[in-house]
């Protein structure tokens, strides 16, 4: 069995926020596989999808920080069309990934007990961010 999905996520500010609860709620029939995988892929270029530490909110601030540390935004950046923080946004973009791979088992994506999909905001005025969730298992 095939599921896809597409998902309008809405504006947020720059920093890593969770998704995993907003992509089980938006995506019910994944609780119709009994085995599978699900991708998460974002469809665009200066945000990004990672998996990590879903309890302590501390880690999302650390996360903007490290990020923030790795790829300034004070480079002599060519490509500045966009405002500065778009060439760093998609250097960040590049370094993290623009999809995760998840294994499901009873409708659920089988995360460890501290693990959550983030979607990863890199602009400092993001718009709306387009993801398409692709599934296919054994129907339960």
Known sequence: MWI??????RARSRGFHLITNEILREVPELAKLKIGWMQVFILHTSASLTINENADPD?????ET???H???ENL???????????????????MLGNQVMIPLRDGRPVLGTWQGIYL?????????RTIVITAQGEKA
């Not at 896809?4 to 996520?9: F, M, P, S, W, Y």
């Not at 880690?59 to 996360?63: P, Q």
């Not at 990863?120 to 709306?128: F, K, L, T, V």
């Open 4 to 9: 896809q999905e597409t998902l309008r996520l």
């Open 59 to 63: 880690v999302r601030v650390d996360f």
């Open 66 to 68: 490290a990020m923030n």
């Open 70 to 72: 790795a790829v300034p």
């Open 76 to 94: 002599p950046y060519v490509h500045t069309l966009e405002g500065p923080d778009d060439m760093p946004a998609h250097v960040k973009a590049s």
């Open 120 to 128: 990863c905001e890199h602009r400092d005025h993001a718009s709306s």
